[in-house]
């Protein structure tokens, strides 16, 4: 409502503002549209980054334990950490299905608002507090082989501390 500033009184606005406050309102609604598409557009991707990353971590862990079960088997010491790595490795990637198939549930949902983004986010925190570092296991491979250094050097001291075997 406009004021008529001569007569004091409230004028009714006329159609052309009406008209125009409405597709301003369109306008907004388009750019909102298009901020949810491109923030969607960059949410899933960062999906498709993670996933590819963990497809990697996964090859990685992968190649880890069969370099461990050779290990093992010649040593069976180093068995038991082997098995708690593996059942370690084991409740994470169930961790990890779950919070997937929740994921997955989310995005099923017809007319996703933004409390499913926000939900989708702590999800996609929640994964990657969930995943093997890379790091972390390397580092974990790597004290398995200097464990197993040792014990070969000290199985070789005994050797020839021992003498040559008697027959």
């Not at 007569?7 to 388009?30: H, Y």
């Amino acid at each position: 409502m406009e004021i008529d500033t001569e007569t004091k009184q409230a004028q009714p606005p006329t159609g052309s503002q009406v008209r125009k406050s409405d597709s301003d309102r369109i306008e907004d609604l388009e750019r909102l549209l298009e901020e949810a598409r491109a923030e969607n557009q960059r949410l899933e991707q960062e999906r498709n980054d993670t996933i590819e990353e963990r497809d990697d971590l996964q090859f990685v862990v992968e190649d880890r334990d069969r370099q461990l079960g050779c290990y093992a088997t010649s040593h069976p010491q180093l068995e038991a950490s082997l098995k708690a790595a593996q059942d370690e490795l084991v409740r994470q990637r169930k961790i990890v299905n779950g919070l997937e198939d929740e994921l997955e549930k989310l995005r099923s949902y017809p007319n996703a608002t933004y409390a499913h983004d926000r939900e989708w986010d702590r999800l996609r925190a929640d994964y990657k507090k969930t995943c093997v570092d890379k790091k972390q296991l390397e580092d974990q491979v790597d004290n398995l082989r200097g464990i197993l250094g040792r014990m070969e050097g000290d199985l070789e001291t005994l050797r020839s501390q021992k003498g040559p075997p008697k027959e």
